[in-house]
Nanobody, 122 residues
Framework: EVQLVESGGGLVQPGGSLRLSCTAS????????MSWVRQAPGKGLEWVSD????????YYAEFMKGRSTISRDNAKNTVYLQVINLKPEDTAVYYC???????????????WGQGTVVTVSS
């Protein structure tokens, strides 16, 4: 059974930073690209970032460019999202998801975690 478990969310002041983690099990993690997707209160899903199977290719939504870094540790079956300079509009549930390919951007995702809540507020 594929499982994705996110952690690292919480309450952060504007301008602060967070590192989200997602630990995977039930599949060969190193064979697949991984994604982060978020959902703000009352809004739809919004793609955030992708990383290829080997970590060599990374992609970011425009609103995250320059203030976020996606990375992965295949030995630990974990993908990370580091975000700095957080803004109130970053408040959302952040989900990690498994892609169906090794590399690509905004592709098909076939497994999702339960999400971790990030609240940016003073």
């Amino acid at each position: 059974e594929v499982q994705l478990v996110e952690s690292g969310g919480g309450l952060v002041q504007p301008g602060g930073s967070l590192r989200l983690s997602c630990t995977a099990s039930g599949f060969t993690f190193a064979d697949y690209a991984m994604s982060w997707v978020r959902q703000a209160p009352g809004k739809g899903l919004e793609w955030v970032s992708d990383i290829s199977w080997d970590g060599d290719s990374t992609y970011y939504a425009e609103f995250m460019k320059g203030r976020s870094t996606i990375s992965r540790d295949n030995a630990k079956n974990t993908v990370y999202l580091q975000v700095i300079n957080l803004k109130p509009e970053d408040t959302a549930v952040y989900y990690c998801a498994k892609a169906v390919v090794r590399v690509g951007v905004r592709g098909t995702l076939d497994a999702w975690g339960q999400g971790t809540v990030v609240t940016v507020s003073s």
